[in-house]
């Protein structure tokens, strides 16, 4: 368990000699990846979506490929395409970007929904499908996507299975003046990602995946999971609440969040911590809610004001 305190810790060290003042985002990162799980980032262009996805594969001497998402994109552009060699008389798979162990899927909302599809088994099954033959990918996996949120125009909005399959769902955010200066004097003659050494490789990071299933979970905690994320599908606002992958996420996510504060088994504060970044993008709004302006991340935060927290006296949330 130390071992694996100590990797994560590495990790968020070394991308934070890149990405400045964003020590919460670039936790929540590294937890996704030691829960083996895909991100989804929704933020304005130039805040670092990018940089973050690159300083972690610098980190982890990870194989690293980015897919620009356009209307034209293709399924096949993204999971490779089989090729007839003419000399060999037979067909040969030419691995397409999806193939890499870190991909960043940019602006994956500008996709049609057809190519957007082709993700989905890749992301739940770690595996593709190309010509009725399939191709494992390789360990880890991780998938970061981002979109901007304030563009509508050519845009196609991610299917809730797609949603579903994202771990958690975060946002950079501006930086402080104090690091944008400080941002400044780091670029001034040689950007931070080209000096940015390795400091734990794959086979470490899925030592440290396996120790966060060991981290211990109350029976008690189980059922403060599931009893949120069941609420979530009995609110008059909500059309559609989370699903059982939902619970799994806020587990697994709690599990890791109390690994990186070094302890070896989790808290209500874990679940309560991850409850804002795992759900709301599973929940969909009614029509009326959204008229009125709430949102999925409202109803969260109500929930856990809510809910009774384990061991606490009644009326104590």
């Given at each position: ?193 080209e000096s940015l050494g390795q400091v734990c490789s794959p086979e470490e990071l899925v030592e440290a995946q396996d120790a966060v ?105």
């Amino acid at each position: 368990m130390s071992i694996a305190w100590q990797v994560a810790e590495r990790l968020v060290q070394n991308v934070e000699k890149v990405i400045i003042g964003k020590h919460k985002e670039v936790e929540l990162t590294l937890l996704a990846l030691l829960c083996n799980g895909h991100i989804l980032i929704e933020d304005v262009p130039g805040t670092g979506k990018t940089t973050l996805a690159k300083a972690i594969a610098h980190s982890l001497g990870c194989t690293f490929k980015r897919i620009q998402f356009t209307p034209d994109l293709l399924p096949t552009d993204a999971t490779g395409v089989s090729i007839y060699n003419q000399k060999s008389e037979q067909f040969e798979f030419r691995p397409g970007p999806l193939m890499a162990q870190i991909v960043l899927a940019d602006e994956i909302n500008r996709a049609t929904p057809k190519t957007q599809s082709a993700l989905l088994e890749a992301m739940e099954e770690h595996q593709v499908s190309v010509d009725g033959t399939t191709h494992s990918l390789p360990s880890p996996f991780i998938v970061l996507a981002t979109q901007n949120p304030i563009e509508y125009e050519g845009t196609f909005p991610l299917p809730e299975a797609q949603l579903d399959r994202f771990l958690l769902r975060l946002s950079l955010g501006y930086p402080s003046r104090q690091n944008e200066v400080e941002l400044l004097d780091r670029l001034q003659r040689l950007h931070p990602l080209e000096s940015l050494g390795q400091v734990c490789s794959p086979e470490e990071l899925v030592e440290a995946q396996d120790a966060v299933k060991e981290v211990y979970v109350d029976g008690l905690i189980k059922e403060y999971i599931v009893n949120l994320v069941a609420a979530t599908r009995e609110q008059d606002e909500v059309y559609l609440g989370a699903s059982p992958r939902g619970s799994l996420a806020l587990y697994r996510a709690s599990q890791a969040h109390a690994l990186l504060q070094g302890r070896n088994y989790v808290i209500p504060d874990d679940v309560k911590a991850l409850a804002p970044v795992t759900l709301p993008h599973r929940i969909i709004m009614s029509p009326s809610a959204r008229m009125k302006g709430l949102n999925s991340t409202v109803i969260v935060e109500g929930l856990l004001n809510q809910i009774q927290v384990p061991g606490s006296k009644a009326g104590y949330r």
